[in-house]
Structures are given as C-alpha cells and as structure tokens.
C-alpha cells in the first residue's frame, strides 16, 4: 500500500495499527445517522457541511443513510475553514479549500458539521466562525467518526463514532476510501518533525482537529 497521510497532514508511522476498520466505520455511520434522525426529529430541516478534506466524503456518506431511511434528500455541502484558523500565522501557507453551500443555505435550518476527527476543537471553532460569515442557523451540531480527547476549547461532539482514548504522544490516522483508497482508522506513535519539534508541539499550536 503507498504512503497515506493523516488527519494531521503526515504519512501514519509504520508501527500504526488499526482502531477501526472499513466494516466497523460503515457501523459507526450508521449508528450516527440514526442518531441525527432521532435528535433531529427526521432530519426535515437538517443541513450537513463536511469540514474538508475527511469531513466533506464523511458527510456525504451520512446524507446518504439518511436518505435511505427518510427517503428525502438532505442537503448536503463542503465548509472550508482554512482562512479561520488562528494557526495562520505559525504555519506554511495552506491551499484554500472548497465551500459549497447547498441551495436551501443555512438561516433557519440545524447544520450538522462533519469532521474526521476531534482533538483539541480548534477546528470545530473555525468552523463556527465560518458559518458565521455565511448564515444563522437555528442550531449547530458537531458529528465526528472519532473523538481522541485533550481539548484545548469548551467543544463537546453531539455525535460520536469512536472515542478513542489516546496519548499526546499518539497519532491518530484516518483514511477513508474516498481520498485513501480504504476505509481505516490508525493510531501510532508521533514522529519527531526537525529541529526537535514533535507533532503534539504543532497540536498545541492549533493545526490539529
């Protein structure tokens, strides 16, 4: 298998092993879009935006349960949050990525945010800010495949795949077929980035989830 890169941007280490895989994550979808339907009431007035690039695939594929169940089409979209991050100005320059709103906007409706993974919730607060500049929703709500801890901000996911207890000391992968070629989650060790800068150093500087 070629190199993959993780939630964080680096390929996993060659130690990582899997946490979920392909079936289980189909399950934990699953699990989550009969979650949404129950809180929601029907998912009527329900908007999903996948924050990229894991989040936006994962989105869709929980549009998709959703329609299966409630044969109606959900609205469904992409929300780029790069130009929100309060990292700017620590890392490289990052290619923008792509927003797309659905038609039925977002005023009034319940935006569900889709993300890969949860880990320090910074950004789940760029997120906030982008909707921010886009609309009113009525409410907010945040579904994530895995949810690994140490945040860094009063975030909490109303709809959790996995928690997934981890070390700062420990990377947490997610591949999905979309974009990887095949649905996994891996957790290994983090590597040391040069100059003696660890990942968990850049974490605290915001970039991670």
Do not use: W
Not at 6 to 28: K, M, N, Y
Not at 75 to 95: N, S
Not at 129 to 155: K, M, T
Not at 190 to 196: K, P, Q, Y
């Amino acid at each position: 298998m070629c190199a993959q890169k993780s939630a964080d941007g680096e390929p996993p280490a060659g130690d990582a092993r899997p946490v979920l895989e392909g079936p289980e994550i189909q399950r934990a979808l699953t699990r989550i879009a009969h979650e949404v339907l129950e809180r929601t009431k029907g998912a009527e007035d329900v908007t999903l935006l996948g924050i990229p690039s894991r989040g936006a695939p994962l989105a869709h594929r929980l549009a998709e349960r959703i329609e299966r169940v409630e044969s109606r089409t959900v609205p469904c979209g992409a929300l780029d949050i790069t130009m929100y991050r309060d990292d700017l100005h620590l890392a490289p320059a990052r290619a923008l990525g792509r927003t797309e709103i659905p038609p039925e906007g977002i005023d009034g409706r319940v935006v569900v945010l889709v993300d890969d993974v949860l880990f320090s919730g910074r950004t789940v607060r760029a997120a906030l800010d982008a909707l921010n500049d886009l609309g009113r929703p009525r409410a907010v709500q945040l579904a994530v495949l895995v949810d690994r801890g140490h945040r860094e901000l009063p975030v909490r996911a109303d709809y959790v795949g996995k928690n997934l207890p981890t070390s700062l000391r420990e990377s947490v992968t997610v591949l999905l077929e979309e974009t990887d070629g095949l649905d996994a989650v891996l957790i290994g060790p983090r590597r040391e980035r040069g100059g003696g800068r660890t990942d968990e150093t850049r974490a605290a500087g915001g970039e991670e989830n």
